[in-house]
């Protein structure tokens, strides 16, 4: 049972490349969310799905987009990477909400060059 | 809006000394209040939760918090601590209906021998 897969596990862009980050869950979840992770701020919730179909901003959505592929599928898009981009992403899932344990990916270390 | 704020960013303690994480939230309505932990270079797993059941929680690896609404606390403790509690801790809050878990900043824990 491999829970939360995030892809890749790092990753170094240039300042204005585009890349996806794929997460994917087979524990049959309803609710996916995208955090990322910088030193001393704790996690950032970036966008979320509360349910497969629908998908809504978190604290700090600008410069990302989300799609909620199927039901296990919950991708993270950089259309234009910058270097404040530079951090570390975690995928999570949980059955119906974030009042249910959320299950995380190992995370995605990003640069930004 | 909720908001977690943890008091000390890094703690170090003895073997078998008390571990002792502190966390206040800030919340409009009932809460519900979650400490996950994130060993080196993995994500993050649920240690224990609050969701208005009994005040005193117990969760994994021997630790536990109180919910205290009078002082909106949620300290985590353990009694004695292990060289394999080294790791961050963060605490994190929720409202009902609400998908947006926020985060405390953190707080990283050392164990001396």
């Known amino acids: 049972n491999a829970g939360v897969t995030q892809t890749p596990k790092f990753q170094v862009l240039k300042t204005g490349q585009s890349m996806t980050l794929q997460c994917a869950q087979d524990?049959?979840?309803?609710?996916m969310y995208w955090y990322r992770q910088d030193p001393g701020m704790g996690l950032r919730l970036i966008y979320y799905?509360?349910?497969?179909?629908?998908?809504d901003k978190g604290e700090v959505p600008n410069g990302y987009n989300v799609s909620r592929l199927n039901k296990r599928e919950f991708s993270l898009r950089l259309e234009s990477a910058a270097p404040s981009q530079t951090s570390v992403y975690f995928c999570?899932?949980?059955?119906?909400?974030?009042?249910?344990?959320?299950?995380f990916g190992q995370g995605t270390r990003l640069t930004v060059v | 809006a909720q908001s977690v704020t943890q008091l000390g960013s890094h703690v170090s303690v003895s073997e078998g000394a008390l571990v002792l994480l502190r966390c206040n939230y800030s919340?409009?309505?009932?809460?519900?209040l979650f400490w996950y932990v994130q060993y080196p270079n993995q994500g993050l797993q649920l240690l224990l939760k609050?969701?208005?059941?009994?005040?005193l929680v117990k969760g994994i690896n021997g630790f536990e918090a109180e919910f205290k609404k009078s002082e909106t606390s949620f300290h985590l403790t353990k009694p004695s601590a292990h060289m394999s509690d080294a790791a961050e801790y963060f605490c994190?809050?929720?409202?009902?209906?609400?998908?947006?878990?926020?985060f405390g900043a953190g707080t990283t824990v050392t164990v001396r021998a």
């Open positions: 994190a809050v929720s409202a009902p209906n609400d998908y947006k878990l926020s």
């Open positions: 609050y969701t208005s059941a009994a005040t």
């Open positions: 999570a899932s949980s059955e119906k909400g974030p009042h249910t344990e959320a299950f």
């Open positions: 919340s409009s309505v009932p809460p519900y």
């Open positions: 799905s509360a349910s497969e179909g629908t998908t």
């Open positions: 524990m049959n979840h309803n609710s």
